[in-house]
């Protein structure tokens, strides 16, 4: 369940500020969707370990996830077993979640996108990575850095008018490599809410791809949710069967 997702955060990368101002003769367009387009590739199919911690707790939980282009993604729980079988279909902007113990598959309204995806600090839509950053915001470089002696680019998102989202601007850092880094939400004040932080990049599938993602609320530290890849392999293509309410009702292992 997820796709690059991904996807997230305590900052751990030696990034050292090497620019700041924009840079008008780079397309920030392009460097988003490359980044976008090579964090989920044409297809995927993963197993994921999600680790919700809490200052007095932690509860995990294992999830298989398909992705395929910018905008379908199944996945479900495959562990623990009293989550087993929970699934969520995200085809386009529309999402359906499925609960096996009565047997009913729910579809999601567009008000409930940003809510807590099973209590984590992703929301649906986080989980999903729609592609509603390509399509309704308007990015602008802002800056660059480096990371592991690559250039990063410190992009600005904002949202195009009326365009059906809820942040007021996002905050992008992106490799030259088109390695997504980091994805900071800020609220209609423009006050930063949560950062999504990747960690340990390393040869997965058959490319770079950061192996942890951590988001978290900026003022709180000591609580987070981290998904942590186990298994992660880019396909060019998945059937259309995949992607449907009758395959979301099945327990897959």
């Given at each position: 369940m997820i796709r690059r997702?991904?996807?997230f955060l305590i900052l751990v990368f030696p990034v050292i500020?090497?620019?700041?101002?924009?840079?008008?003769?780079?397309?920030?367009d392009e460097i988003v969707r490359d980044g976008f387009n090579y964090w989920r590739g044409k297809a995927s199919?993963?197993?994921?370990?999600?680790?919700?911690?809490?200052?007095?707790?932690?509860?995990?939980?294992?999830i298989k996830a398909w992705t395929r282009g910018q905008k379908d993604s199944?996945?479900?729980?495959?562990?623990?077993p009293k989550d087993y079988g929970n699934g969520t279909l995200k085809k386009g902007r529309e999402m359906w979640l499925?609960?096996?113990?009565?047997?009913?598959?729910?579809?999601?309204?567009?008000?409930?996108?940003?809510?807590?995806?099973?209590?984590?600090?992703?929301?649906n839509n986080d989980l999903a990575k729609s592609d509603s950053l390509l399509l309704d915001?308007?990015?602008?470089?802002?800056?660059?850095e480096t990371?592991?002696?690559?250039?990063?680019?410190?992009?600005?998102?904002?949202?195009?008018?009326?365009?059906?989202?809820?942040?007021?601007?996002?905050?992008?850092?992106?490799?030259?490599?088109h390695i997504w880094l980091s994805e900071e939400f800020f609220d209609e004040d423009l006050n930063p809410v949560k950062i999504m932080t990747a960690m340990e990049i390393q040869m997965l599938g058959d490319r770079l791809f950061p192996k942890v993602w951590r988001m978290r609320n900026v003022d709180e530290d000591n609580q987070y949710t981290q998904l942590t890849y186990r298994s992660l392999e880019?396909?060019?293509?998945?059937?259309?069967?995949m992607f449907t309410l009758n395959s979301l009702k099945q327990r897959r292992r």
């Open positions: 997702i991904i996807p500020l090497t620019a700041t101002g924009p840079c008008p003769a780079l397309d920030a199919i993963g197993t994921v370990e999600m680790l919700i911690h809490r200052e007095n707790w932690e509860r995990s939980m294992t199944l996945f479900y729980i495959a562990a623990p499925y609960n096996p113990k009565i047997n009913r598959v729910v579809k999601v309204p567009p008000s409930m996108m940003s809510q807590s995806w099973m209590g984590s600090d992703f929301s915001y308007t990015h602008t470089i802002v800056g660059t990371h592991e002696n690559k250039t990063v680019y410190v992009i600005k998102s904002m949202p195009k008018p009326n365009a059906p989202v809820v942040w007021g601007m996002q905050r992008l850092k992106i490799r030259e490599d880019f396909k060019t293509r998945l059937p259309d069967r």
